[in-house]
T-cell receptor, first 114, second 113 residues
């Protein structure tokens, strides 16, 4: 089945220790998104890639970076995690956003910062 | 004013009843509207989308859109305990938002036996 996969599902890191979260998709979608969601809050878009074009949200901290080496994979790098970065990180994909725009989410990675 | 507003709930309905979830949005240029279901600790799952004014039905779910009133709703008929979840409304905005969705904070639905 075509799907969005995130690894790991749970990640524990230490304060200030860099961490990388992974997302892959078999949907062959052009667009990949990273969201941060904290408890009882709406998903907050951090950035997205439209093919190789990177689009950063204005309020995304510099501490968050992303890489998309190919269509299938996208990575979220947190350079120096703080306690406030503990959250669920969601990867989503969609086709060409000018056409249909449904976004499909992966299962998420729950990040704990100790 | 929030861009997408939902009552946080919880909304409690008895099993078999109709659950009505509501969402308002502020950007009149919004074009596309989506409902996601999110179980506790899980990721959002797309259940409905609607682009045109009126109703759109899919099984037990009906999405209703009224662009003049900037209002979108989701009706769940014959509610089941497995429908208990948080329902997120998401809006694709035309202006200033580029190609992205803006989510509401969600309404928690509880279907009681």
């Amino acid at each position: 089945d075509a799907m969005v996969i995130q690894n790991p599902r749970y990640q524990v890191t230490q304060f200030g220790k860099p961490v990388t979260l992974s997302c892959s998709q078999t949907l062959n979608h052009n667009v990949m998104y990273w969201y941060q969601q904290k408890s009882s809050q709406a998903p907050k878009l951090l950035f997205h890639y439209y093919d190789k074009d990177f689009n950063n949200e204005a309020d995304t901290p510099d501490n968050f970076q992303s890489r998309r080496p190919n269509t299938s994979f996208c990575f979220l790098d947190i350079r120096s995690p703080g306690l406030g970065d503990a959250a669920m990180y969601l990867c989503a994909t969609s086709r060409d956003p000018s056409n249909s725009y449904e976004q499909y989410f992966g299962p998420g990675t729950r990040l704990t910062v100790t | 004013q929030k861009e997408v507003e939902q009552n946080s709930g919880p909304l409690s309905v008895p099993e078999g009843a109709i659950a009505s979830l509501n969402c308002t949005y502020s950007d009149r240029g919004s074009q596309s509207f989506f409902w996601y279901r999110q179980y506790s600790g899980k990721s959002p799952e797309l259940i409905m989308f609607i682009y045109s004014n009126g109703d759109k039905e899919d099984g037990r779910f009906t999405a209703q859109l009224n662009k003049a009133s900037q209002y979108v709703s989701l009706l769940i008929r014959d509610s089941q305990p497995s429908d208990s979840a948080t329902y997120l409304c998401a809006v694709k905005r035309l202006t200033g938002g580029g190609n992205k969705l803006t989510f509401g904070t969600g309404t928690q639905l509880k279907v009681e036996l």
